[in-house]
């Protein structure tokens, strides 16, 4: 299977960093292919000014963007690594699907059948770390609220299944114990949704 991980942090340091290694490691290690987009360290373009936002209104894209979506279009599994930043994603993250998830390719209106999902078939796998605890994020609407943003206004707008979204509180002060348990869960996960593939 292609598993394609669409990565949005600045810091190679960060706990989303070592979620990116183990997930890769464990793509591979179960036999199938991976491929990264390091939004940062491509310093991917996250808005589009007017005269770029018309041509696009027309079907005309840039190069970069037709390079992102021929991943996508490639790929099985999508996952996204990111933090919360102020109850959402980075900006670069936002601008990445406001202009990769464009009508036409991820979505489109049909006069008769309303929304087209036009990337069913596909399945995605969050992983947000945030420095509140889940228990405050639960009890004040934060958790679904951050879940509801990816898995219907996103992925299920165009037809992707959400099959696994973790959410790790208390990110920034907690023990090295609980972030290494993190992090095992990232691998259990992958191992999961990617199995190893049984040979005939
Ligand atoms: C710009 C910015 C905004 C943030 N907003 C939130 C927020 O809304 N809720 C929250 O729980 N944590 C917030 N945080 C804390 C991050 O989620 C936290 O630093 C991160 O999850 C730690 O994991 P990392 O090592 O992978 O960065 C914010 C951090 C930054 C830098």
């Given at each position: 299977?292609?598993?394609?991980?669409?990565?949005?942090?600045?810091?190679?340091?960060?706990?989303?960093?070592a979620?990116?290694?183990?997930?890769?490691?464990?793509?591979?290690?179960?036999?199938?292919?991976?491929?990264?987009?390091?939004?940062?360290?491509m310093?991917?373009?996250?808005?589009?000014?007017?005269a770029?936002?018309?041509?696009?209104?027309?079907?005309?894209?840039?190069?970069?963007?037709?390079?992102?979506?021929?991943?996508?279009?490639?790929?099985?599994?999508?996952?996204?690594?990111?933090?919360?930043?102020?109850?959402?994603?980075?900006?670069i993250?936002?601008?990445?699907?406001?202009?990769?998830?464009?009508?036409?390719?991820?979505?489109?209106?049909?006069?008769?059948?309303?929304?087209?999902?036009?990337?069913?078939?596909?399945?995605?796998?969050?992983?947000?770390?945030?420095?509140?605890?889940?228990?405050?994020?639960?009890?004040?609407?934060?958790?679904?609220?951050?879940?509801?943003?990816?898995?219907?206004?996103?992925?299920?707008?165009?037809?992707?299944?959400?099959?696994e979204?973790?959410?790790?509180?208390?990110?920034?002060?907690?023990?090295?114990?609980?972030?290494?348990?993190?992090?095992?869960?990232?691998?259990?996960?992958?191992?999961?949704?990617?199995?190893?593939?049984?040979?005939?």
């Amino acid at each position: 299977m292609n598993h394609l991980i669409i990565y949005a942090h600045p810091n190679p340091d960060s706990l989303s960093h070592a979620y990116l290694e183990v997930m890769k490691e464990q793509t591979r290690a179960n036999g199938h292919d991976v491929v990264v987009r390091d939004l940062y360290q491509m310093h991917f373009k996250p808005v589009d000014y007017a005269a770029d936002f018309e041509k696009s209104r027309r079907g005309e894209y840039p190069e970069e963007i037709l390079t992102e979506q021929e991943y996508l279009r490639k790929a099985d599994l999508v996952s996204l690594i990111y933090p919360v930043w102020w109850g959402s994603m980075p900006a670069i993250l936002k601008g990445y699907f406001d202009r990769v998830f464009t009508r036409g390719f991820a979505f489109d209106y049909h006069p008769e059948k309303g929304l087209l999902k036009l990337l069913e078939g596909k399945k995605a796998l969050v992983v947000n770390n945030m420095g509140d605890s889940r228990k405050h994020a639960d009890a004040s609407g934060m958790t679904d609220s951050i879940k509801n943003f990816i898995r219907s206004g996103v992925f299920g707008f165009c037809g992707i299944e959400t099959v696994e979204h973790l959410l790790f509180g208390n990110a920034t002060t907690r023990d090295k114990t609980v972030r290494i348990g993190y992090i095992e869960e990232v691998r259990e996960k992958i191992s999961k949704h990617l199995p190893i593939e049984a040979t005939v």
